[in-house]
């Protein structure tokens, strides 16, 4: 089980947690003006690397807030936590 | 409290969950607490809490007194009001009459249940359904959190020990206190 630390609530389970997949995903727009493709890949499509990832996490049995980690794939080790609205610069973190 | 508070009425019709006492561990239902929550919109929470209610907030995941009623911290903007039944109401009644559209305080206290937990196996007890540190270093008595019990969501505050031994207030939804009542009659 991973040891997740909130930053409101400080470290607590994984299963107080849930995962909201990838951090950064832009909704591309003005919306009449999108491709196909390009919706597509907002909707559906996601990087899913092997090793250093952004993800969204909620803290949804403890305070309710989302927040973002930076957390490696393969070994699951945790380099950051970020507050939303904010991206971490390239390099700082796995 | 007189038979007309509809907080008390519809709280008779909650489930009764047997009282759990045993050598080393007691769960008795709390009743009579009154529980409230106070949300606060807008970035400037901490500093508008103060104004409502004439004390700073508590910390992060902590609890704290204040005359009759506790606050506890639940999340940013966001904290659980307790104590006596009609003390909790009044100070419901009071922050809405504020009539200020940046505040929510509601009384929710018949759609929860209270237990009081003490004893030397209370942290055992919890554990076993329950993720939380709840050893004295990350959870020292003054401590108050969100979490889970088992399948259900619960509040958890340490209150100041009886003698040796840690003594801890959870709060489930109301529809779950018998199932946390055989949670902890098998812990
Ligand atoms: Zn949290």
């Not at chain 2, 007309?4 to 519809?10: C, D, W």
């Not at chain 2, 007194?65 to 419901?92: K, N, R, Y």
Request: net charge negative.
């Amino acid at each position: 089980m991973l040891l997740i630390t909130c930053p409101h609530c400080g470290p607590r389970a994984e299963i107080e947690y849930r995962c909201g997949g990838e951090a950064h995903v832009e909704r591309p727009g003005p919306h009449d003006q999108v491709s196909d493709q390009a919706w597509a890949d907002y909707l559906f499509y996601r990087a899913n690397p092997k090793g250093g990832h952004r993800e969204r996490w909620l803290h949804v049995a403890g305070c309710g807030q989302w927040f973002n980690v930076a957390r490696d794939t393969i070994t699951h080790e945790i380099a950051a936590v970020y507050p939303m609205g904010e991206t971490l610069a390239e390099g700082s973190a796995a | 409290m007189a038979d007309s508070n509809p907080t008390a009425l519809l709280r008779r019709t909650g489930p009764d969950v047997a009282d759990i006492v045993r050598p080393g561990l007691s769960v008795r239902t709390e009743t009579g607490l009154g529980i409230a929550k106070l949300r606060i919109f807008g970035r400037a929470a901490d500093a508008r809490f103060q104004e409502i209610a004439g004390i700073a907030p508590p910390l992060p995941c902590r609890e704290i007194g204040s005359g009759d009623l506790a606050f506890a911290w639940l999340a940013p903007g966001e904290w659980l009001i307790t104590g006596a039944e009609a003390a909790v109401a009044a100070w419901v009644e009071r922050a809405t009459a504020l009539g200020a559209d940046d505040l929510l305080a509601i009384d929710f206290s018949h759609a929860r249940t209270a237990f009081l937990l003490e004893g030397e196996s209370a942290r055992a007890a919890l554990a076993a359904h329950c993720p939380l540190d709840l050893w004295p270093d990350a959870f020292p008595a003054g401590a108050a959190a969100r979490s889970l019990l088992g399948d259900t969501g619960l509040f958890i505050a340490r209150l100041a020990d009886t003698g040796d031994a840690p003594r801890f207030r959870i709060i489930v939804d109301q529809t779950m206190a018998a199932y946390a009542g055989r949670l902890f009659a098998r812990a």
